[in-house]
């Protein structure tokens, strides 16, 4: 083996991140590194008050170790029987753990290595399993790829001699395949790793809008995004293949969400007919009771049980304990929900019976985007009935939102009720998003405006649901739990979260700015912006002269005083030197 892999411990490297995980195990005895190469880890394991043997093919690495006073084995992972012999053979006693290190993207089959400790590791103590892995998603990877580049280089992530590569997925995958658990993590992070390069690329300069787009994706979607080395623990058990990928057609089209609290059994009665009568029936119902009192769960199930069969059989109640926001219960629907759209319908509003229908229209000619369709607008108030408390129509429908959806507008208001979008699944699943829990309200916008960007949307001119507004009557509802103060404040708080990133606009967007905004007074503003810039200049030129003046007013006094000074002390001298000159003849 050449010196290429003959790295050095240091506190600032991924051998730190093992030596620290290695002592929150709390095990004593012999840790056996097997592909120890150079053995950096030797010293730091022998600190620990541990015993280090260190097994590898490679002569040169070994005899590294054996100068430096440390036990070694020669050993070739592919010989899976000498490996079996050197687990019994290799400590006194029970092994403390097992050091995979830069291992197993080395081995052509590297489960048939994990499969073999697996099997001995309760003849040999159960140790832990201790493996270090690079990440082949990490950011600079995911953005280089982007590109199509694929820099292979002689270490590092992209080592010329890896024959596998391995995910935070796949390397769970292949260690519960082989029968490993994990029960610890130290993951080493690196926000520049060894393939940020070339500088300057624009997928990787934070600066550019570009990679700032690039990295938040990333980031959002699943937590390694920095990892550069997966170092985690393990412990033996019986192995878990991985099972089987469930056909799409198994996945209902739609999952319907119904926030409720249970206090509004008139209108959920209203709402689950309107969804018993849809015309197109692939779909689910998840009711989530947010923060609802027994007797009111116990009124909405009485409820769900005078259902049709068909009904109660893809409906489920999901009890939502109380606190946090409005997003609590929608983000735990979306845990649950099975569906290939997701949907959220408060449980005082109306849908009709093409409501799921038209979805999956859209679906089908626009698969994977924001699904919009229109909403129709109608007051309502609680009134009295002769069995009690009920509620009524006060208005005739309004039309008050678009026909067709319009990206730009919606930057700027929300003209989407939630009952109007439905969401893929998999922007919440693959990419990692989820609904705000720190807004109050406005957190369907907030969503909707996150989805259609990196979504796309498409939109269908027909009406498919009513949203109630509620003219008196039922105080639960957003507009009477939340002042204007929480209104005007998660206003602010969404613009602000859509200032901190770069914008996507759909194509078409150019010219509609164009249209919407007159070139004349985009120059009047632009104008009038550069005309404040020159005034704030001016005055900052007009400061820095006065401060020059005053300096130069100051070395000009300075000046005066030492010459003044000079004359004072120099002239009596001037006055004595004849005199002294007469004494020194004599």
């Known amino acids: 083996m050449s010196d290429t892999y003959d790295f050095a411990f ?54 590294a170790l054996e100068r430096r006073g440390f036990a070694t084995a020669r050993l070739d992972l592919e010989d899976l029987e000498g490996l079996e012999r050197l687990l019994t053979t290799a400590a006194d006693g029970p092994l403390a753990a097992v050091l995979m290190l830069d291992t197993l993207e080395h081995l052509a089959r590297p489960e048939r290595v994990l499969e073999t400790l697996n099997r001995t590791a309760p003849a040999v103590g159960n140790p832990a399993l201790v493996v270090s892995v690079p990440n ?66 624009p997928v990787l300069d934070p600066a550019a809008p570009l990679a700032r787009l690039l990295r938040e994706v990333r980031a959002d979607a699943e937590p390694s995004a920095w990892v550069n080395q997966f170092v985690r623990a393990y412990v033996a058990g019986v192995p878990v293949p991985e099972p089987a990928a469930q056909p799409e057609t198994a996945k209902p089209f739609l999952s319907v969400l119904v926030r409720t609290r249970g206090t509004r059994p008139e209108t959920l009665r209203d709402l689950l007919l309107c969804l018993s009568a849809q015309t197109d029936g692939d779909f689910e119902v998840l009711l989530l009771a947010h923060g609802a009192t027994a007797a009111d769960v116990s009124e909405v199930g009485v409820l769900l049980a005078q259902q049709p069969a068909e009904m109660r059989e893809r409906t489920t109640l999901v009890q939502v304990p109380p606190g946090g926001s409005r997003s609590r219960p929608l983000n735990v629907g979306v845990a649950r929900a099975r569906g290939r759209y997701v949907c959220v319908v408060d449980d005082d509003d109306v849908v009709l019976s093409s409501y799921v229908a038209e979805f999956r229209q859209l679906a089908e000619t626009s698969p994977g985007q924001v699904l919009r369709t229109v909403v129709v607008e109608q007051d309502i108030e609680q009134v009295g009935w002769a069995g009690g408390a009920g509620h009524a129509a006060a208005s005739p429908f309004r039309y008050a939102y678009p026909p067709a959806y319009d990206v730009l507008a919606h930057l700027v208001e929300n003209y989407t009720p939630f009952c109007g979008f439905a969401v893929p699944r998999s922007f919440f699943t693959d990419l990692g998003q989820r609904f705000d829990e720190s807004l109050p309200v406005l957190e369907d916008w907030d969503v909707q405006l996150r989805a259609v960007q990196v979504c796309g949307v498409a939109s269908s001119p027909l009406p ?29 708080q969404v613009l602000a979260k859509g200032d901190a990133r770069p914008l996507l606009l759909p194509p078409g967007s150019m010219g509609v700015l164009h249209r919407r905004l007159p070139r ?35 070395l000009s006094w300075r000046e005066q005083v030492l010459q003044s000074s000079s004359w004072r002390i120099t002239a009596p001298l001037r006055a004595l030197a004849g005199p002294l000159r007469a004494v020194r003849r004599r």
């Not at 507004?469 to 957003?478: F, K, V």
């Open 464 to 492: 498919t649901s009513i949203y109630r507004r509620w003219r008196r009557g039922s105080g639960d509802h957003s507009n009477a739990l939340h002042h204007d103060e929480h209104w005007k404040a998660a206003r602010g």
């Open 520 to 554: 004349g007074e985009v120059e009047d503003e632009l104008l009038l912006e550069i005309g404040k810039r020159g005034e704030e200049m001016q005055r900052l030129a007009d400061e820095v002269a006065a401060a020059r003046a005053a300096r130069d007013d100051l």
């Open 136 to 201: 082949v998603t990490h950011t600079d990877l995911a953005a280089k790829l982007v590109l199509g580049r694929w820099d292979v280089t002689d270490t590092g992530l992209l080592d010329r001699t890896h024959l596998q590569l391995f995910s935070a997925s796949r390397l769970m995958q292949v260690m519960r395949g082989a029968g490993w658990f994990e029960c610890g993590r130290n993951d080493f992070s690196l926000n520049h790793s060894d393939q940020h390069f070339p500088e300057g690329l």
């Open 10 to 63: 240091g506190e600032d490297t991924v051998y730190a991140a093992v030596r620290d995980l290695l002592a929150g195990l709390r095990r004593s005895g012999t840790v056996l590194d097997l592909g120890c190469g150079f053995g950096a880890l030797a010293e730091a394991v022998a600190a620990l008050g541990m015993t280090y043997v260190g097994a590898d093919v490679d002569a040169d690495g070994l005899a």
